[in-house]
């Protein structure tokens, strides 16, 4: 089980009521999984329009269930941000 950070930006900080929290879990979709558990309501329909990035490497389309996540390393938690 790897142990790292998700930080969370914008939409997704104010839903999960931090900037940031631990995880405990082997891929992206455990974490996240995690992540509804303890953070029930507004963060759930947040995160279904994040996009991701671990360890500075965007996830894309990938599945949540493939991205290995690494002891130390940092997932971002990244809402549509708007602007031009």
Same mark, same amino acid.
Request: aromatic share 6%; hydrophobic share 40%.
């Given at each position: 089980?790897?142990?790292?950070?998700?930080?969370?930006?914008?939409?997704?900080?104010?839903?999960?009521?931090?900037? !940031? !929290?631990?995880?405990?879990?082997?891929?992206?979709? !455990?974490?996240?999984?995690?992540?509804?558990?303890?953070?029930?309501?507004?963060?759930?329909?947040?995160?279904?329009?994040?996009?991701?990035?671990?360890?500075?490497?965007?996830?894309?389309?990938?599945?949540?269930?493939?991205?290995?996540?690494? !002891?130390?390393?940092?997932?971002?938690?990244?809402?549509?941000?708007?602007?031009?």
């Amino acid at each position: 089980m790897a142990a790292g950070t998700i930080r969370y930006w914008a939409a997704a900080k104010a839903a999960a009521g931090t900037a !940031e !929290e631990p995880y405990s879990a082997e891929t992206l979709a !455990e974490a996240l999984d995690a992540v509804r558990e303890r953070h029930p309501g507004e963060l759930s329909a947040v995160l279904r329009r994040c996009s991701f990035l671990v360890d500075s490497d965007p996830v894309g389309k990938r599945s949540h269930d493939a991205v290995r996540l690494t !002891e130390g390393g940092t997932v971002e938690v990244l809402p549509p941000f708007a602007g031009g």
